[in-house]
């Protein structure tokens, strides 16, 4: 006999943006689903699209999922948000999700975990990252930019707090007493003066766009 996994699709809904079902059955241009709660629907095949195996379930890295689709990425994100794994990597991109609570996954002990390791060889986290780029600047000896963007209140000014940081505990032993790191740092409540507002999503918004240097010298430590 053959073994083969139930057809899956996720369909279209007002409530949940998409529910996955098994297809039972197929009239013509319709399919027949039962959804998880026992919930039977006929749903135009337009209004789906295919579920990967539940296996893929929480993969680290969405392009590890196949078929790929809107409803896909979401219900990965989904559920390794529900276990605070806020980091997912999307091919070359990392996605970083607000977890509106304080998870401790950017002490000076995860700095220490991600220093000089591969991709593959740990979790998905904007401080590997940012010593992606870090060591591709040392080895290549060319600059390296990175592009943090996403709607208000989505972290963009905290994620590149924690860029910085992590560069200044890696390369900032140049500086007398660790005091430049420190000034780095320090600079961001200045600028957040000048330009931060309060919306319905963030206390703190960002209306600006922000472009920040750092200049390293030949030992790959911060000059300024």
């Given at each position: 006999f053959k073994l083969q996994d139930?057809?899956?699709v996720w369909v279209k809904d007002d409530e949940e943006g998409f529910k996955r079902g098994d297809v039972t059955g197929e009239e013509g241009n319709s399919l027949k689903v039962k959804y998880g709660d026992g919930g039977v629907a006929k749903v135009p095949k337009k209004d789906t699209v295919p579920a990967n195996p539940?296996?893929?379930?929480?993969v680290s890295d969405?392009?590890?999922?196949?078929?790929?689709?809107?409803?896909?990425?979401?219900?990965?994100?989904?559920?390794r948000y529900d276990e605070d794994l806020i980091h997912t990597y999307s091919g070359l991109f990392l996605v970083v999700i607000n977890p509106y609570h304080w998870i401790p996954i950017y002490t000076d002990e995860m700095v220490q975990m991600y220093r000089g390791k591969r991709r593959?060889?740990?979790?998905?986290?904007?401080?590997?990252?940012?010593?992606?780029a870090y060591r591709a600047m040392i080895q290549n000896k060319q600059n390296q930019s990175m592009l943090i963007t996403g709607e208000s209140g989505a972290g963009k000014t905290e994620n590149?707090?924690?860029v910085i940081q992590y560069l200044a505990i890696i390369?900032?032993?140049?500086?007398?007493?660790?005091?430049?790191?420190?000034?780095?740092?320090?600079?961001?409540?200045?600028?957040?003066?000048?330009?931060n507002a309060k919306?319905?999503?963030?206390?703190?918004s960002s209306r600006f766009g922000k472009f920040i240097r750092l200049q390293f010298n030949q030992g790959g430590m911060i000059a300024g």
């Open positions: 139930k057809r899956q539940a296996k893929f379930d929480g969405c392009s590890d999922l196949s078929p790929l689709n809107k409803a896909a990425v979401f219900h990965n994100l989904k559920v593959n060889e740990v979790h998905p986290h904007v401080f590997a990252i940012a010593d992606e590149t707090k924690k390369a900032g032993k140049a500086s007398e007493g660790g005091t430049l790191e420190k000034q780095i740092l320090q600079a961001n409540p200045m600028m957040e003066a000048f330009g919306t319905n999503k963030n206390d703190n």
